[in-house]
Nanobody, 120 residues
Framework: QVQLVESGGGLVQAGGSLRLSCAAS????????MDWYRQAPGKQRELVAG???????NYVDSVKGRFTVSRDNAKNTMWLQMNSLRPEDTAVYYC??????????????WGPGTQVTVSS
């Protein structure tokens, strides 16, 4: 079974930075797309940033120019560098991956989430 674990969340003042990490473990063949989602209280979960296995990235408009997603395929790890944080970035951030295993070509895997709180 493949697991994703996020780390790096915390409390930061507006204008500050945080770097989230997502590490995959378990028996897998490869990881296809990886994404960061977030969910604020009372709101739907939204896609923040994504990166393909080839390194192509996409971002929601509200984080463009402030957040950078990256990954290391050899380490099965993805990061989200978040700069110029705003109070509206406060949310639980989730790692998501499309994983190829010995029994599934494209399995959805989610991490448990990490809290990011930005104070004004």
């Amino acid at each position: 079974q493949v697991q994703l674990v996020e780390s790096g969340g915390g409390l930061v003042q507006a204008g500050g930075s945080l770097r989230l990490s997502c590490a995959a473990s378990g028996i897998l063949v490869s990881i296809n797309d990886m994404d960061w989602y977030r969910q604020a209280p009372g709101k739907q979960r939204e896609l923040v940033a994504g990166i393909t296995s080839g390194g192509r990235t996409n971002y929601v408009d509200s984080v463009k120019g402030r957040f950078t997603v990256s990954r290391d395929n050899a380490k099965n790890t993805m990061w989200l560098q978040m700069n110029s944080l705003r109070p509206e970035d406060t949310a639980v951030y989730y790692c998501h991956a499309m994983v190829r295993t010995v029994v599934s070509f494209n399995a959805h895997v989610w991490g448990p989430g990490t809290q990011v709180t930005v104070s004004s």
